[in-house]
């Protein structure tokens, strides 16, 4: 044991050291540019400046001019500057998580590129040599990751651009025209429905800005998509925050279904979880408020709260049951999975969620399984939410190898795209058993359906929650945000998950009794399996 511990501590004080060499040789290059162009100094480099209000700048590598980046125009500031690169040269530069050369990469640092075989997805290259996918869900966690802190005054000698970027570049513009509005009838029959409430409405003043946020919402609702929702501009900043990874609440992950709010899953050792709270629990009204036809997104607002206060929760259970739970919120983190050898040298990994770190995470885990030359792996994904869907590929790619992990489907079916991780399989020789239960969600059902479909592991719990869609969120001109379904997740032999769900091989319900008296009958059932 002490010479594991000694093995792990100084794996730690290595990685250490490399961070701190490479941040030394980062501020090094910085400093030696200060009495340069820096401009050319600093091409292709993300900026965030640390004396205002940390705004974030990209300093195009060809113009050298400095660009500001913000969550509205990110995405296509990004593709504007892109490079289209082929699957084949893009597998050459290496993520975070892999151990391959960068030499290729190390040529291209500082350079964004789009994937043009891979549904243009966008990648940028870091001062290291390393790619990373830059997407809506992640920007933040890139711009603080991959910036370089820089004062207002060194930022000052960079010129700007003055470029505004085009929010609509990549949309039809037939569809956006002014002529485009004016020979569509169901706008003209909007403009005039406006028309008629500004002139004859008798009321209060008619606040134009509430009038239309509320035409917007009700455009996303009429879709009847409990998954797709808008949100205006302070409903957004509380979803970017959440994002961001600091928030307070009670730890719960919640979603609308059939226009209830239900909870997906309670997040391990947070409020929600210990004040008894489970997945599948509906929430019926919240302090005394009835959420019936309410969004998910002011039922949310509810919920929240700052740390210390309580909130009351009016719930139905799956059988039918109601009480009142009382939580008391508070600051929510949490790592995204835990790991550890059991007795009988079996391997158990709690995977909480599916966040941007359980890539790196998994392979530590990885690393440390074997080493020790573990017998089995039990993968728990019980009241996992879900998370980044190419966080799940790549752990499912640690036992499907080159096979198809997911199959991601377009509007009518029109563009298919069969995901494939880039990992080698090196956990498919363990016997392997996946636990799952109605918390189990999204990228967790991603996992748990590749597995079963290529007979890598044994699912063993209940029945998953079936959330089978990706969501993609889209800012608009005024602050305000879409979250719109964009498509649907099938498992590799073409079933849906979404509304379906994962069946287990093996079903094992886990009671409240179990669960008071301390016994875990799913685990001890996986445990069994792998012994025998």
């Known amino acids: 044991m002490k010479k594991e511990l000694s093995k792990m501590l100084n794996k730690k004080i290595f990685r250490i050291f490399l961070f701190t060499l490479s941040v030394f040789l980062i501020s090094f290059n910085f400093v030696s540019a200060q009495g340069l162009g820096l401009g050319e100094e600093l091409k292709g480099r993300l900026l965030l400046q640390v004396q205002s209000k940390g705004e974030i700048w990209y300093v195009h590598p060809d113009t050298f001019k400095k660009y500001e980046v913000n969550l509205q125009n990110s995405l296509s500031l990004f593709r504007e500057f892109a490079t289209g690169i082929t699957s084949i040269d893009l597998e050459k530069i290496p993520l975070i998580t892999e151990s391959k050369s960068k030499i290729f990469g190390k040529s291209l640092v500082g350079k964004f590129f789009l994937d043009v075989e891979n549904n243009g997805r966008v990648w940028y290259v870091d001062l290291l040599g390393f790619r990373h996918e830059v997407k809506q869900d992640n920007l933040l966690e890139i711009f603080r990751n991959l910036s370089l802190g820089i004062s207002n005054a060194d930022l000052e000698k960079i010129p700007s651009a003055g470029l505004v970027i085009d929010e609509n570049k990549n949309l039809k513009v037939d569809d956006f025209s002014v002529e485009g509005f004016i020979n ?120 929240k709260g700052p740390k210390g206060t309580i909130v009351i929760l ?148 209940e029945k998953t929650f079936g959330k089978g869609s990706v969501q993609e969120l889209t800012p608009l001109a005024d602050g305000s945000y879409i979250k719109i379904t964009t498509s649907k997740w099938y498992t590799p032999q073409d079933h849906s998950i979404d509304g379906e769900g994962i069946n287990p091989d093996v079903l094992i319900e886990y009671t409240e009794e179990d669960y008071n008296q301390g016994i875990d009958t799913q685990l001890n059932k996986a445990l069994e399996l792998i012994r025998d």
């Open 184 to 303: 569509n009838k169901y706008f003209q029959s909007f403009w005039q429905l406006w028309s008629v409430i500004k002139e004859k409405y008798v009321g209060i003043d008619f606040d134009e800005e509430k009038v239309f946020a509320g035409a917007k919402e009700g455009l996303v609702k009429a879709l009847g998509d409990d998954y797709s929702s808008f949100m205006n501009a302070g409903e957004s900043q509380d979803l970017l925050q959440n994002l961001s990874g600091h928030f307070e609440g009670i730890g719960a992950e919640v979603e609308l279904r059939n226009g209830i709010v239900t909870i997906v899953a309670p997040l391990a050792n947070m409020p929600a979880e210990k004040a008894g709270l489970k997945a599948g629990d509906k929430i019926l009204k919240v302090d005394g408020v009835d959420l019936t036809g309410m969004t998910l997104n002011a039922a949310v607002k509810l919920i």
């Open 314 to 461: 009016s719930i139905e259970r799956l059988d039918g049951t109601k009480k009142d739970i009382d939580v008391e919120r508070g600051t929510i983190t949490y790592d995204s999975l835990n790991y550890e050898i059991l007795e009988g040298n079996i391997a158990y990994i709690k995977m909480i969620r599916f966040n941007s770190d359980s890539a790196s995470l998994f392979k530590e885990a990885h690393d440390y399984f074997l080493e020790n030359n573990v017998e089995g792996i039990v993968l728990d994904l019980r009241n996992n939410p879900g998370g980044y869907m190419n966080m799940a590929i790549d752990v499912a790619g640690y036992w499907t190898a080159g096979r198809v992990v997911l199959i991601e489907k377009k509007k009518n079916d029109t563009e298919i795209t069969k995901h494939v991780s880039i990992q080698k399989g090196q956990l498919a020789h363990l016997s392997t058993m996946v636990l799952v239960n109605g918390g189990s969600a999204s990228a967790s059902e991603i996992v748990a359906g590749a597995l079963q479909d290529h007979s890598l592991a044994t699912i063993i719990g």
